[in-house]
C-alpha cells in the first residue's frame, strides 16, 4: 500500500492541475464564486480574468446594503472594485474596512489575496513532473549499467550495489521508457 500513496498523490495532483486549468480557461467569462461562511466571518472565492480572489470578511453584514470603504488609516476609498495597488506577478494583498451605511453596526475587516491561476496549476503539476523525472533518471541509470538508486557504477559487482545494498535488476528486465504513474 505504501507505494500506491505516491502514485495516488500523484493522480490526485494532475486531476487538480487539470481543472485548475479549465478554471483558468473560463475566467476570461463570468465570474465563478465559491461563497463559505463561519461563526462571525464569511468570504469568497472568484476567478476574475485568470486570477483566483479570496475575500474574508470579519462579519456577515454582507447583505444588509451598501457600505463605506476606508484603507487602514481611514482613507475613503471607491466601492469594492477588482483592481488595487502594485501586483507583481499577479499576486496582491488588501485590508480595508467597511462601515455599513444607514445602519447601525460593527465596522467590517475585508481582506482581498489574489493569486495568478497558472501558479496555482504549476504547483499541482509540481509532484508528477518531479515522479516524471525520478522515473527517467532511475532508468536511465539502470541502462547505463548504474544502481537505480544512488548511481553507482555496477560493472564490478553484477548481484548487489555495494554503495546502498540494493539487488540489481538486470539490464534486460528494466523498461527503457519511463514507468508509468
Not at 479549465?22 to 480574468?49: C, E, H, K, M, N
Not at 509532484?127 to 544512488?150: N, Q
Amino acid at each position: 500500500m505504501r507505494r500506491h500513496v505516491p502514485n495516488i498523490l500523484t493522480g490526485v495532483s494532475l486531476v487538480l492541475c487539470v481543472a485548475t486549468l479549465a478554471l483558468w480557461a473560463i475566467s476570461y467569462g463570468p465570474t465563478v464564486l465559491f461563497r463559505y461562511r463561519g461563526d462571525g466571518w464569511q468570504g469568497y472565492a472568484s476567478t476574475y480574468r485568470g486570477d483566483v480572489w479570496l475575500d474574508h470578511m470579519d462579519h456577515g453584514y454582507w447583505e444588509r446594503g451598501a457600505f463605506l470603504f476606508a484603507d487602514r488609516t481611514g482613507a475613503t476609498l471607491r466601492p469594492l472594485g477588482r483592481t488595487f495597488g502594485p501586483r507583481p506577478l499577479g499576486f496582491g494583498y488588501n485590508e480595508f474596512y467597511m462601515w455599513p451605511l444607514g445602519v447601525q453596526g460593527p465596522t467590517v475587516k475585508h481582506c482581498q489575496t489574489t493569486a495568478p491561476l497558472w501558479f496555482v496549476a504549476a504547483l499541482l503539476a509540481a509532484p508528477a513532473g518531479l515522479r516524471w523525472w525520478m522515473a527517467r533518471r532511475a532508468t536511465r541509470r539502470a541502462v547505463a549499467g548504474r544502481c537505480r538508486e544512488c548511481g553507482y557504477d555496477l560493472r564490478a559487482t553484477p548481484d548487489r550495489c555495494p554503495e546502498c545494498g540494493r539487488p540489481v535488476v538486470p539490464a534486460s528486465a528494466t523498461p527503457a521508457a519511463p514507468a508509468a504513474f
